[in-house]
């Protein structure tokens, strides 16, 4: 172990004053609402969440998940996120790696406008989709799915792109003389070796699509297809109804938790990917 | 290496067409389509009556649409420059040798990767409440009285605050690593010149970060021109004065909301194309006062 060099960590100290506070701030956050799904609302107005007096209330949980259709809306994100990231892959991964490889027409045009879209506010877009999903007749979850994957193609393909730069043509050459053909090269050989940067963007996908909600919003028209987001906000807004809170702070721990565990197994490798692809200073 | 032009095709086809579909072909619709009047989002060109700078002027002298435009120009700039201070103290924090910097940049970040509904509900649910909530809990603490932190009056500032503690994270990430790309010896020197950690971040940090920051006052625009689901958690079923911005009102206008009667997606598209012009602007405008930003160290 370190030795602690006292004068110095007594010079830091105002920056640990800072972090401490901030990090306290959120920690008494998520326990308070951790404390409360567990509670009654009786107990959550008199402002008694920590003593569990009457024990702990588990079915606020049964309650959110069944009778306010949590496990609708999760099983709606669930399928949307994985079925997303999974298209979005099979569309950018090979232009990426055809991007990355070779010259030719269009491809830089392509590269650019790939780049702008990143930057295109959903607003200029929403509009002109709309009116095509009723003219074409596509709705519902399908047409959900198909837009979450087409919306996250830009970002993935460039994300991509520079990985695929970066490895050394000797593999493809090798492969060549091997009489392994462009299309299997790229399957079994450059691929996995993008392994690591795949990763980092499925998650970036996978949480992206997970906490989407403003085409959520338009483009679910019942309950039954809602996701997490449109769903927490539905029970919400019928809280008035209802008077549940343990059972509303259950539905927003049971939304909160997936992308957050995530994140504990993942932070590194999420906070290496925030700033290694696209932000350049 | 060989050049085999069928698998560039068929490779690169279906992102094409992406691009195309969802980008392309609606972004020039939505600037066409600003110029007409239309009534219903899903209604046929033929359907469409040449109105120039119709639906500007209507937007433009709309009440609710100039309510919508300040609230999101003093987001825009008070929470940008809380946000971005604030970021960039904990950036210098987290960097400055403290214990635990990666538990402390981790935490920091987290409400970035959590669901946006899920973490305003805790704030409107839990922070905000008039009841048991964490902010009246410590005005009463001292002495104080309880406040209606989401009345009429605090409403706006509450979802502010809210939004800038969800936002500070990643813009903590993107300064920080700007300010590990800044040589140490830099430091050293300074010190052993005798400058102390103020001047140290005034005179080297601070130039030395320009370009980050650039970026970041650019994504930070793009964030608050696009604001739409914290108005939405804080006024979830009436479209409020005080929280409206300009998506919420392209929102009750395209796609309904309660009071509005009549839909109007030309005036939508207006918004969208006056949103985005902003956006371009102050990419220009930030491009132009940060120039000559790529100082070589």
Redesign the interface.
């Known amino acids: 172990m370190k030795k602690i060099n006292w004068k110095k960590e007594a010079r830091l100290l105002p920056g640990y004053l800072i972090m401490f506070i901030w990090v306290l701030f959120t920690a008494v956050m998520l326990f308070w609402i951790l404390g409360a799904s567990l509670s009654t609302s009786r107990e959550i107005f008199s402002g008694n969440i920590f003593k569990f007096e009457t024990g702990f209330h588990w079915e606020n949980y049964a309650t959110a998940w069944n009778v306010q259709n949590v496990s609708v809306f999760f099983a709606n994100s669930l399928l949307y996120s994985v079925i997303s990231c999974v298209g979005v892959l099979a569309i950018a991964a090979p232009a990426a790696y055809v991007l990355s490889r070779w010259q030719f027409t269009g491809g830089k045009t392509l590269r650019i406008g790939l780049v702008i879209a990143m930057s295109v506010p959903v607003i200029m877009v929403i509009m002109p989709i709309y009116s095509l999903s009723v003219q074409w007749g596509i709705k519902g979850r399908v047409l959900l799915v198909i837009l979450y994957i087409m919306l996250r193609v830009p970002y993935t393909t460039i994300y991509l792109l520079d990985f695929f730069s970066t490895l050394s043509r000797t593999y493809e050459e090798a492969a060549y003389l091997d009489g392994c053909s462009g299309p299997n090269t790229f399957l079994r050989i450059m691929l996995p070796l993008v392994q690591p940067a795949i990763i980092t963007v499925t998650i970036f996908n996978f949480m992206s699509v997970w906490n989407e909600f403003f085409m959520a919003l338009i483009f679910t028209s019942s309950e039954s297809m809602a996701p997490v987001g449109v769903g927490l906000l539905n029970i919400i807004n019928s809280m008035k109804y209802t008077g549940n809170y343990g059972g509303m702070f259950a539905a927003v721990i049971i939304v909160f938790l997936p992308t957050f565990l995530l994140y504990i197994f993942m932070s590194e490798k999420i906070i290496a990917g925030v700033t290694g692809g696209g932000v350049k200073g | 290496?060989?050049?085999?032009?069928a698998?560039?095709f068929?490779?690169?086809l279906?992102?094409?067409l992406?691009?195309v579909?969802?980008?392309?072909?609606?972004?020039t619709?939505?600037v066409i389509?600003s110029f007409f009047q239309v009534e219903s989002?899903?209604?046929t060109t033929a359907d469409w009556s040449f109105y120039g700078l119709g639906n500007y002027t209507k937007i433009f002298g709309s009440a609710s649409f100039m309510t919508s435009m300040r609230n999101m120009l003093l987001i825009w700039i008070v929470g940008g420059v809380i946000t971005l201070a604030l970021a960039m103290?904990?950036a210098v924090?987290?960097t400055?040798?403290?214990?635990?910097k990666?538990f402390?940049?981790?935490?920091?970040?987290?409400?970035n990767?959590?669901?946006?509904?899920?973490?305003a509900?805790?704030w409107i649910?839990?922070?905000f409440n008039y009841?048991?909530g964490?902010l009246n809990?410590i005005v009463q603490l001292f002495g104080g009285d309880k406040v209606k932190w989401l009345g009429t009056d605090l409403k706006f500032w509450a979802m502010t605050g809210s939004f800038i503690f969800g936002s500070v994270g990643?813009y903590m990430?993107?300064y920080?690593?700007?300010i590990e790309?800044i040589p140490q010896d830099l430091y050293e020197a300074a010190t052993i010149d005798g400058a102390g950690k103020g001047r140290q971040f005034f005179d080297i940090t601070l130039p030395l970060?320009k370009?980050?920051i650039?970026?970041s006052i650019t994504f930070w625009s793009?964030n608050t021109?696009?604001f739409?689901?914290w108005t939405?958690?804080f006024s979830?079923?009436d479209t409020e004065s005080s929280t409206i911005v300009p998506?919420i009102y392209?929102?009750d206008m395209?796609?309904g909301g309660k009071g509005i009667t009549t839909r109007d997606?030309g005036a939508?598209?207006a918004?969208?194309?006056v949103?985005?012009l902003i956006?371009i602007a102050v990419y220009l405008v930030t491009e132009q006062l940060f120039k000559g930003s790529d100082l070589e160290y």
């Open positions: 290496m060989r050049k085999n032009k698998m560039i068929w490779f690169c279906p992102a094409l992406s691009l579909i969802m980008f392309v072909y609606p972004v619709r939505t389509m989002v899903t209604a103290l904990m924090v987290v400055s040798g403290i214990r635990g990666k402390f940049r981790a935490a920091i970040y987290m409400p990767i959590i669901s946006a509904v899920a973490l509900t805790m649910q839990y922070i009841d048991y964490l809990e990643y990430l993107i920080i690593s700007g790309g970060l370009g980050v650039k970026t793009i021109t696009t739409f689901l939405k958690m979830p079923i998506v392209l929102y395209v796609f997606a939508g598209a918004v969208g194309v949103l985005t956006i």
